[in-house]
């Protein structure tokens, strides 16, 4: 009874075999309030097994050592942010989708009325990536200066646990093209309002 569907039981029906394998057995999704009600309840998963969390509302597949989060849900997150000063004014954006051991972020950060950035710029990532990824390139990364409208292509790598993802310049004035760090002149001469710092990366989870 392959793809047999959802069947609603009512008192005194039989409960053959069949509606057991088909409907109960492989049809089911257990729910559990959040993870630490799955942890309690299930001490001890088998790979392949499936579960939702109604915290997160999100579903997650068992691979034989840690859950994994199933399906694509863009979530908000609030990073951590270095080499700069936030000030007054600013924006500050960041969301994650997880599929499985694929983790992929989007990061924006616009400079508000008494923003600077200060030094080498980096952010905290959602999850941290698996040691594979380590000091990696994981993205592309775009800083734009707002006046005269000047936008600057740049890359992104990820560092080991905890996870960060620090942003960088590309210069040409070699031979070839370098990643360097951001710093109160590079790639802007002077920072101010609106010019922002876009970072999309992808990586491989822990």
Request: charged share 10%; no cysteine; aromatic share 14%.
């Given at each position: ?147 005269p409208g000047v936008r600057y292509p740049g890359t992104v790598y990820i560092t080991s646990t905890p996870g960060y993802a ?41």
């Amino acid at each position: 009874m392959a793809g047999a569907g959802y069947k609603s039981f009512t008192s005194g029906d039989i409960l053959t075999a069949s509606d057991t394998n088909t409907y109960l057995m492989q049809q089911t999704i257990m729910t559990f309030a959040s993870a630490a009600a799955r942890t309690t309840a299930l001490t001890a998963p088998s790979e392949g097994m499936f579960s939702y969390l109604v915290d997160s509302d999100a579903y997650f597949v068992y691979s034989g050592s840690a859950w994994m989060e199933f399906d694509i849900v863009w979530k908000s997150y609030t990073p951590t942010i270095a080499g700069v000063t936030l000030g007054s004014g600013y924006t500050l954006s960041a969301s994650y989708a997880q599929l499985g051991e694929l983790m992929v972020v989007n990061f924006y950060f616009a400079l508000g009325a008494t923003s600077a950035i200060t030094g080498d710029v980096s952010f905290s990532l959602p999850v941290n990536q698996a040691s594979s990824n380590r000091s990696g390139a994981a993205g592309t990364a775009l800083i734009y200066d707002a006046s005269p409208g000047v936008r600057y292509p740049g890359t992104v790598y990820i560092t080991s646990t905890p996870g960060y993802a620090f942003v960088r310049a590309l210069n040409s004035a070699g031979t070839y093209l370098t990643a360097v760090a951001l710093t109160s002149a590079i790639p802007i001469a002077v920072w101010a309002t609106s010019d922002s710092i876009t970072a999309n990366i992808s990586y491989e989870v822990v």
